[in-house]
């Protein structure tokens, strides 16, 4: 099992920043990829952006390209998520996912004037 715990969500005006911390726990060793989705109320949960636990590999949703960096650092078994550049639909809760299979509480984004 692998455990999730995701933080560094809040309010944020447009145009403003934040940075997205999940730190993983538990099987850590048996995970080959991390990402970050998000779901804004009353849509589905969407893919936001994914990174290869060697870091070689990252993608992201084309919304989201140009504006958030994820990286990782596996000495401390956490995955970032700098979101720069914010805009009010960029409002959701973030998951943080590992190996597509599990999935942090979740930490809410708000931008808003």
């Known amino acids: 099992q692998v455990q999730l715990v995701e933080s560094g969500g809040g309010l944020v005006q447009p145009g403003g920043s934040l940075r997205l911390s999940c730190a993983a726990s538990?099987?850590?060793?048996?995970?080959?990829?991390m990402g970050w989705f998000r779901q804004a109320p009353g849509k589905e949960r969407e893919f936001v952006a994914i990174?290869?636990?060697?870091?070689?590999?990252?993608n992201y949703a084309d919304s989201v390209k140009g504006r958030f960096t994820i990286s990782r650092d596996n000495a401390k078994n956490t995955v970032y998520l700098q979101m720069n550049s914010l805009k009010p639909e960029d409002t959701a809760v973030y998951y943080c996912n590992a190996n597509y299979a599990f999935w942090g509480q979740g930490t809410q984004v708000t931008v808003s004037s």
């Open positions: 538990g099987r850590t060793f048996d995970i080959s990829t």
């Open positions: 990174i290869s636990w060697n870091g070689r590999f990252t």
